[in-house]
Protein backbone atom coordinates (compact mmCIF):
# COMPACT_ATOMS: atom_id res chain seq x y z
CA UNK A 1 0.00 0.00 0.00
CA UNK A 2 1.14 3.84 -0.85
CA UNK A 3 2.54 5.98 2.39
CA UNK A 4 0.09 7.81 3.85
CA UNK A 5 1.11 11.38 4.07
CA UNK A 6 -0.34 14.24 5.82
CA UNK A 7 -0.68 17.12 3.37
CA UNK A 8 -1.46 20.46 3.47
CA UNK A 9 -3.35 22.57 0.60
CA UNK A 10 -3.17 26.38 0.21
CA UNK A 11 -6.19 27.78 -1.23
CA UNK A 12 -7.68 24.22 -1.07
CA UNK A 13 -10.99 25.70 -0.92
CA UNK A 14 -10.58 27.24 -4.15
CA UNK A 15 -11.44 25.80 -8.02
CA UNK A 16 -8.29 23.72 -8.46
CA UNK A 17 -7.61 23.50 -4.62
CA UNK A 18 -10.73 22.12 -4.10
CA UNK A 19 -10.28 19.13 -6.88
CA UNK A 20 -6.53 18.43 -5.52
CA UNK A 21 -8.07 18.07 -1.88
CA UNK A 22 -10.64 15.44 -2.98
CA UNK A 23 -7.92 13.69 -5.03
CA UNK A 24 -5.52 13.32 -1.99
CA UNK A 25 -8.06 12.24 0.49
CA UNK A 26 -9.56 9.66 -2.45
CA UNK A 27 -6.09 8.57 -2.33
CA UNK A 28 -6.23 7.56 1.33
CA UNK A 29 -3.79 11.10 2.39
CA UNK A 30 -4.52 13.08 5.91
CA UNK A 31 -5.72 16.42 4.00
CA UNK A 32 -5.32 19.55 6.12
CA UNK A 33 -7.44 23.01 3.59
CA UNK A 34 -5.84 26.04 4.85
CA UNK A 35 -8.42 29.08 3.11
CA UNK A 36 -9.35 32.45 3.57
CA UNK A 37 -12.39 31.80 1.13
CA UNK A 38 -11.43 35.42 -0.49
CA UNK A 39 -12.72 34.01 -4.07
CA UNK A 40 -13.87 30.20 -2.97
CA UNK A 41 -17.04 28.96 -0.72
CA UNK A 42 -16.79 26.12 1.41
CA UNK A 43 -19.66 24.88 -0.84
CA UNK A 44 -16.79 23.72 -3.10
CA UNK A 45 -15.23 21.52 -0.35
CA UNK A 46 -18.76 20.67 2.31
CA UNK A 47 -18.80 17.28 0.44
CA UNK A 48 -15.09 16.66 2.00
CA UNK A 49 -16.30 18.25 5.68
CA UNK A 50 -17.43 14.37 7.07
CA UNK A 51 -14.31 12.20 5.66
CA UNK A 52 -12.27 11.90 8.36
CA UNK A 53 -9.14 12.07 6.66
CA UNK A 54 -10.43 15.76 5.79
CA UNK A 55 -10.33 19.07 7.96
CA UNK A 56 -10.80 22.68 6.94
CA UNK A 57 -9.03 25.52 8.37
CA UNK A 58 -10.21 29.22 8.14
CA UNK A 59 -6.41 31.12 7.62
CA UNK A 60 -4.86 33.73 5.52
CA UNK A 61 -1.14 32.46 4.11
CA UNK A 62 0.36 35.79 4.65
CA UNK A 63 -0.03 35.31 8.57
CA UNK A 64 2.69 32.62 10.12
CA UNK A 65 0.66 29.33 10.83
CA UNK A 66 2.27 26.20 12.62
CA UNK A 67 1.39 22.53 11.11
CA UNK A 68 3.78 19.62 11.23
CA UNK A 69 2.80 17.88 7.85
CA UNK A 70 4.90 15.82 4.93
CA UNK A 71 3.87 17.62 1.69
CA UNK A 72 2.10 21.45 0.97
CA UNK A 73 0.65 22.31 -2.29
CA UNK A 74 1.09 26.26 -1.87
CA UNK A 75 -2.26 27.08 -4.20
CA UNK A 76 -3.39 30.17 -1.79
CA UNK A 77 -4.07 33.43 -4.15
CA UNK A 78 -6.54 35.23 -6.40
CA UNK A 79 -5.94 33.97 -9.87
CA UNK A 80 -8.21 35.31 -11.92
CA UNK A 81 -7.47 39.12 -13.33
CA UNK A 82 -10.40 40.69 -11.54
CA UNK A 83 -10.19 39.07 -8.55
CA UNK A 84 -6.19 39.48 -8.51
CA UNK A 85 -6.32 43.21 -8.89
CA UNK A 86 -9.29 43.83 -6.69
CA UNK A 87 -6.29 44.54 -3.72
CA UNK A 88 -3.14 44.58 -5.92
CA UNK A 89 -1.19 45.19 -2.89
CA UNK A 90 -2.99 42.17 -0.95
CA UNK A 91 -2.38 39.93 -4.18
CA UNK A 92 1.31 40.30 -3.76
CA UNK A 93 1.51 40.11 -0.38
CA UNK A 94 -0.48 36.50 -0.46
CA UNK A 95 2.33 35.45 -3.40
CA UNK A 96 5.35 36.84 -1.08
CA UNK A 97 4.54 36.18 2.34
CA UNK A 98 2.84 33.11 1.82
CA UNK A 99 5.47 31.67 -0.34
CA UNK A 100 7.69 32.63 3.26
CA UNK A 101 5.60 31.47 5.22
CA UNK A 102 4.46 27.91 3.37
CA UNK A 103 8.94 27.42 2.85
CA UNK A 104 9.44 28.08 6.27
CA UNK A 105 6.93 25.71 7.50
CA UNK A 106 8.52 23.15 4.92
CA UNK A 107 11.92 23.87 6.31
CA UNK A 108 10.65 23.40 9.72
CA UNK A 109 9.16 20.51 9.35
CA UNK A 110 11.26 18.70 6.62
CA UNK A 111 8.50 18.56 4.28
CA UNK A 112 8.40 18.92 0.56
CA UNK A 113 6.53 22.10 -0.72
CA UNK A 114 5.34 22.34 -4.72
CA UNK A 115 4.48 26.39 -5.72
CA UNK A 116 1.43 27.16 -8.06
CA UNK A 117 3.35 29.98 -9.89
CA UNK A 118 2.19 30.35 -13.47
CA UNK A 119 1.99 31.03 -16.94
CA UNK A 120 1.91 35.17 -16.39
CA UNK A 121 5.67 34.39 -15.74
CA UNK A 122 6.61 34.64 -19.73
CA UNK A 123 4.02 37.88 -19.28
CA UNK A 124 3.17 38.76 -22.79
CA UNK A 125 6.03 36.29 -24.29
CA UNK A 126 8.01 37.08 -27.78
CA UNK A 127 9.21 33.98 -27.65
CA UNK A 128 5.80 31.44 -28.46
CA UNK A 129 5.61 28.62 -27.63
CA UNK A 130 7.13 29.34 -24.00
CA UNK A 131 9.51 26.72 -22.93
CA UNK A 132 11.02 26.79 -18.68
CA UNK A 133 14.21 28.63 -19.96
CA UNK A 134 11.79 31.79 -21.33
CA UNK A 135 12.43 34.41 -18.80
CA UNK A 136 9.35 36.13 -19.71
CA UNK A 137 8.26 40.07 -20.51
CA UNK A 138 6.72 41.44 -17.62
CA UNK A 139 5.73 44.57 -17.56
CA UNK A 140 6.68 45.56 -13.72
CA UNK A 141 4.88 48.39 -13.37
CA UNK A 142 0.88 47.26 -14.84
CA UNK A 143 -2.38 46.33 -13.39
CA UNK A 144 -1.00 42.53 -13.95
CA UNK A 145 2.37 43.06 -12.30
CA UNK A 146 0.80 42.55 -8.47
CA UNK A 147 0.32 39.00 -9.90
CA UNK A 148 2.91 37.79 -12.29
CA UNK A 149 5.94 39.74 -10.03
CA UNK A 150 4.27 38.10 -7.06
CA UNK A 151 4.41 34.83 -8.63
CA UNK A 152 8.20 35.34 -9.81
CA UNK A 153 9.56 36.52 -6.66
CA UNK A 154 7.77 33.49 -4.84
CA UNK A 155 9.90 31.50 -7.32
CA UNK A 156 12.94 33.22 -6.75
CA UNK A 157 12.53 32.57 -2.77
CA UNK A 158 11.59 28.50 -3.60
CA UNK A 159 15.12 28.48 -5.19
CA UNK A 160 16.74 30.45 -2.51
CA UNK A 161 15.21 28.37 0.12
CA UNK A 162 16.29 25.34 -1.90
CA UNK A 163 19.46 26.30 -2.43
CA UNK A 164 20.19 28.04 1.04
CA UNK A 165 17.97 25.29 3.06
CA UNK A 166 17.91 22.31 1.16
CA UNK A 167 14.38 22.46 1.39
CA UNK A 168 12.85 20.17 -1.02
CA UNK A 169 10.45 22.14 -3.87
CA UNK A 170 8.49 21.95 -6.72
CA UNK A 171 7.69 24.79 -9.37
CA UNK A 172 5.04 24.09 -11.43
CA UNK A 173 3.80 27.08 -13.94
CA UNK A 174 0.57 26.69 -14.70
CA UNK A 175 -1.48 27.46 -17.88
CA UNK A 176 -4.68 28.39 -18.30
CA UNK A 177 -7.16 25.97 -16.42
CA UNK A 178 -10.75 25.70 -16.87
CA UNK A 179 -13.28 22.87 -15.65
CA UNK A 180 -16.18 22.18 -12.45
CA UNK A 181 -16.39 24.71 -10.15
CA UNK A 182 -14.84 28.12 -11.65
CA UNK A 183 -16.44 30.65 -9.82
CA UNK A 184 -18.76 31.97 -12.27
CA UNK A 185 -18.31 35.58 -11.57
CA UNK A 186 -14.62 35.37 -11.68
CA UNK A 187 -14.21 37.56 -14.95
CA UNK A 188 -12.05 34.69 -16.51
CA UNK A 189 -13.18 34.14 -20.32
CA UNK A 190 -14.20 30.35 -19.78
CA UNK A 191 -16.60 31.00 -16.62
CA UNK A 192 -17.69 34.37 -18.24
CA UNK A 193 -18.29 33.15 -22.03
CA UNK A 194 -20.55 29.98 -20.52
CA UNK A 195 -22.19 32.25 -18.23
CA UNK A 196 -23.38 35.11 -20.78
CA UNK A 197 -24.01 31.92 -22.93
CA UNK A 198 -26.51 30.43 -20.97
CA UNK A 199 -28.37 33.51 -19.74
CA UNK A 200 -28.54 34.73 -22.78
CA UNK A 201 -26.32 37.72 -22.34
CA UNK A 202 -24.25 39.07 -25.52
CA UNK A 203 -20.43 37.33 -25.33
CA UNK A 204 -18.26 40.09 -24.29
CA UNK A 205 -14.95 39.64 -26.54
CA UNK A 206 -11.56 41.77 -25.26
CA UNK A 207 -9.91 43.60 -28.39
CA UNK A 208 -10.52 41.86 -31.46
CA UNK A 209 -10.22 38.06 -30.34
CA UNK A 210 -7.20 37.57 -32.46
CA UNK A 211 -4.97 36.79 -28.82
CA UNK A 212 -4.59 32.89 -27.95
CA UNK A 213 -4.86 31.26 -24.99
CA UNK A 214 -4.04 27.12 -24.35
CA UNK A 215 -6.75 25.69 -22.47
CA UNK A 216 -6.03 22.69 -19.75
CA UNK A 217 -9.07 20.42 -18.49
CA UNK A 218 -8.59 20.18 -14.34
CA UNK A 219 -7.96 17.01 -14.21
CA UNK A 220 -5.40 16.93 -16.65
CA UNK A 221 -4.01 19.39 -14.31
CA UNK A 222 -4.12 18.10 -11.06
CA UNK A 223 -2.78 14.45 -12.41
CA UNK A 224 0.39 16.78 -13.65
CA UNK A 225 0.84 18.55 -10.33
CA UNK A 226 0.05 15.51 -8.67
CA UNK A 227 3.32 14.03 -10.57
CA UNK A 228 5.41 16.76 -10.09
CA UNK A 229 5.03 16.56 -6.27
CA UNK A 230 5.45 13.07 -6.36
CA UNK A 231 8.20 12.80 -9.12
CA UNK A 232 12.06 12.64 -8.38
CA UNK A 233 13.82 14.73 -5.33
CA UNK A 234 16.23 15.96 -8.02
CA UNK A 235 13.79 17.32 -10.72
CA UNK A 236 12.74 20.72 -8.77
CA UNK A 237 11.29 22.51 -11.95
CA UNK A 238 10.26 24.83 -12.66
CA UNK A 239 7.69 22.99 -15.39
CA UNK A 240 5.02 23.90 -17.32
CA UNK A 241 1.49 21.84 -17.03
CA UNK A 242 -0.85 22.88 -19.71
CA UNK A 243 -2.42 22.17 -22.96
CA UNK A 244 -0.32 22.55 -25.61
CA UNK A 245 -3.74 23.17 -27.93
CA UNK A 246 -3.67 27.12 -28.75
CA UNK A 247 -7.23 28.85 -29.38
CA UNK A 248 -7.78 32.18 -30.25
CA UNK A 249 -10.42 34.03 -27.99
CA UNK A 250 -12.63 34.19 -31.15
CA UNK A 251 -12.41 30.53 -31.58
CA UNK A 252 -13.54 29.91 -27.86
CA UNK A 253 -16.63 32.59 -28.02
CA UNK A 254 -17.75 30.26 -31.10
CA UNK A 255 -17.45 27.27 -29.80
CA UNK A 256 -18.94 28.25 -26.72
CA UNK A 257 -21.67 29.30 -28.38
CA UNK A 258 -22.00 26.02 -30.50
CA UNK A 259 -22.01 23.91 -27.74
CA UNK A 260 -24.86 25.46 -25.74
CA UNK A 261 -27.07 26.15 -28.64
CA UNK A 262 -27.10 29.89 -27.24
CA UNK A 263 -28.74 32.32 -29.85
CA UNK A 264 -26.54 35.31 -28.32
CA UNK A 265 -24.47 37.57 -30.12
CA UNK A 266 -20.68 38.60 -29.61
CA UNK A 267 -19.87 41.92 -28.75
CA UNK A 268 -16.22 43.55 -28.50
CA UNK A 269 -15.18 45.66 -25.14
CA UNK A 270 -11.65 47.24 -24.95
CA UNK A 271 -8.51 45.50 -24.88
CA UNK A 272 -7.18 45.61 -21.03
CA UNK A 273 -3.96 46.92 -20.34
CA UNK A 274 -0.95 44.06 -20.81
CA UNK A 275 -3.01 40.98 -21.64
CA UNK A 276 -1.13 38.58 -23.28
CA UNK A 277 -1.59 38.33 -27.51
CA UNK A 278 -0.44 34.41 -27.18
CA UNK A 279 0.31 31.97 -24.89
CA UNK A 280 1.13 28.39 -25.57
CA UNK A 281 3.08 25.63 -23.35
CA UNK A 282 6.25 23.57 -24.66
CA UNK A 283 5.13 20.90 -22.72
CA UNK A 284 8.57 18.83 -24.10
CA UNK A 285 9.78 18.60 -19.97
CA UNK A 286 6.36 17.71 -18.15
CA UNK A 287 6.26 15.13 -21.27
CA UNK A 288 10.45 13.92 -20.72
CA UNK A 289 10.54 13.80 -16.62
CA UNK A 290 6.86 13.26 -15.51
CA UNK A 291 5.04 11.33 -18.67
CA UNK A 292 2.52 13.88 -18.37
CA UNK A 293 0.63 15.29 -21.31
CA UNK A 294 -3.24 16.49 -21.17
CA UNK A 295 -5.61 13.87 -22.21
CA UNK A 296 -8.92 15.80 -22.29
CA UNK A 297 -9.79 18.07 -25.56
CA UNK A 298 -10.83 21.47 -25.26
CA UNK A 299 -14.29 20.59 -27.45
CA UNK A 300 -15.30 18.01 -24.66
CA UNK A 301 -13.59 19.55 -21.16
CA UNK A 302 -15.81 22.81 -22.33
CA UNK A 303 -19.06 20.15 -22.84
CA UNK A 304 -18.57 19.31 -19.02
CA UNK A 305 -17.90 22.52 -17.77
CA UNK A 306 -21.00 23.70 -19.36
CA UNK A 307 -22.95 20.92 -17.82
CA UNK A 308 -21.40 21.92 -14.49
CA UNK A 309 -22.37 25.75 -15.31
CA UNK A 310 -26.25 24.19 -15.86
CA UNK A 311 -26.39 22.56 -12.98
CA UNK A 312 -25.72 25.33 -10.58
CA UNK A 313 -27.87 28.17 -9.39
CA UNK A 314 -25.92 31.18 -9.75
CA UNK A 315 -27.74 32.98 -7.05
CA UNK A 316 -26.05 31.06 -4.72
CA UNK A 317 -22.39 32.74 -6.26
CA UNK A 318 -22.71 36.79 -5.26
CA UNK A 319 -20.10 38.26 -7.61
CA UNK A 320 -17.21 38.70 -4.85
CA UNK A 321 -14.97 41.54 -6.94
CA UNK A 322 -15.78 43.46 -9.61
CA UNK A 323 -15.11 42.06 -13.10
CA UNK A 324 -15.14 43.40 -16.34
CA UNK A 325 -18.37 43.99 -17.46
P1 LIG B 1 -9.11 30.23 -7.06
O1 LIG B 1 -9.29 31.70 -6.86
O2 LIG B 1 -10.34 29.41 -7.28
O3 LIG B 1 -8.35 29.60 -5.80
C1 LIG B 1 -7.47 30.31 -4.98
C2 LIG B 1 -7.83 29.99 -3.54
O4 LIG B 1 -6.89 30.68 -2.68
C3 LIG B 1 -9.22 30.49 -3.14
O5 LIG B 1 -9.90 29.48 -2.44
C4 LIG B 1 -8.94 31.69 -2.26
O6 LIG B 1 -9.96 31.93 -1.31
C5 LIG B 1 -7.62 31.30 -1.63
N1 LIG B 1 -6.83 32.44 -1.15
C6 LIG B 1 -6.57 33.61 -1.78
N2 LIG B 1 -5.82 34.39 -1.02
C7 LIG B 1 -5.57 33.70 0.14
C8 LIG B 1 -4.87 33.99 1.33
N3 LIG B 1 -4.23 35.16 1.49
N4 LIG B 1 -4.85 33.06 2.31
C9 LIG B 1 -5.50 31.88 2.17
N5 LIG B 1 -6.20 31.56 1.06
C10 LIG B 1 -6.22 32.46 0.06
O7 LIG B 1 -8.07 30.04 -8.24
P2 LIG B 1 -7.49 28.72 -8.93
O8 LIG B 1 -7.72 28.86 -10.37
O9 LIG B 1 -7.97 27.52 -8.23
O10 LIG B 1 -5.93 28.92 -8.68
C11 LIG B 1 -5.22 28.16 -7.70
C12 LIG B 1 -3.73 28.46 -7.83
O11 LIG B 1 -3.27 28.08 -9.12
C13 LIG B 1 -3.38 29.94 -7.66
O12 LIG B 1 -2.18 30.04 -6.93
C14 LIG B 1 -3.17 30.41 -9.07
O13 LIG B 1 -2.26 31.49 -9.15
C15 LIG B 1 -2.62 29.16 -9.74
N6 LIG B 1 -2.90 29.18 -11.19
C16 LIG B 1 -4.15 28.91 -11.67
C17 LIG B 1 -4.39 28.98 -13.04
C18 LIG B 1 -5.72 28.67 -13.65
O14 LIG B 1 -5.88 28.82 -14.87
N7 LIG B 1 -6.71 28.21 -12.92
C19 LIG B 1 -3.35 29.34 -13.92
C20 LIG B 1 -2.10 29.64 -13.38
C21 LIG B 1 -1.88 29.55 -12.01
N1 LIG C 1 -11.39 37.79 -22.26
C1 LIG C 1 -12.40 38.15 -23.12
N2 LIG C 1 -13.66 38.28 -22.63
C2 LIG C 1 -13.98 38.03 -21.34
C3 LIG C 1 -12.94 37.63 -20.44
C4 LIG C 1 -11.65 37.54 -20.94
O1 LIG C 1 -12.19 38.37 -24.31
O2 LIG C 1 -15.16 38.15 -20.98
C5 LIG C 1 -10.03 37.63 -22.79
C6 LIG C 1 -8.94 38.36 -22.03
O3 LIG C 1 -8.81 39.69 -22.50
C7 LIG C 1 -7.72 37.51 -22.35
C8 LIG C 1 -8.29 36.10 -22.47
O4 LIG C 1 -9.69 36.26 -22.68
O5 LIG C 1 -7.19 37.87 -23.60
C9 LIG C 1 -8.07 35.24 -21.23
O6 LIG C 1 -8.52 35.97 -20.13
P1 LIG C 1 -8.59 35.38 -18.65
O7 LIG C 1 -9.04 36.49 -17.76
O8 LIG C 1 -9.37 34.13 -18.64
O9 LIG C 1 -7.10 34.94 -18.28
P2 LIG C 1 -5.63 35.50 -18.58
O10 LIG C 1 -5.01 34.43 -19.37
O11 LIG C 1 -5.69 36.79 -19.34
O12 LIG C 1 -5.05 35.67 -17.23
Redesign the pocket.
Given at each position: MAEIKRILVTGGAGFLGSHLCERLVDAGHDVICLDNFFTSQKTNVSHLLDHPNFELIRHDVTLPIFLEVDEIYNMACPA??GHYQYNPIKTIKTSVMGAINMLGMAKRCGAKVLQAST??IYGNPDVHPQPETYHGNVNPLGPRACYDEGKRAAETLFMDYHRMNKVNIRIVRIF?TYGPRMHPYD????S??IR?ALTGQD?????D?S?T?SFCYRDDLVEGIVRMMDGPDDFVGPVNIGNPGEFT?RELAELVIELTGAKVNIIH?P??AD??AR?RPDIRLAQEKLGWQPKVPLREGLKKTIEWFRSIDLSHYRPPTPN??
Open positions: APSENGRVVNFQITIFGGQRIKLPDPRFE
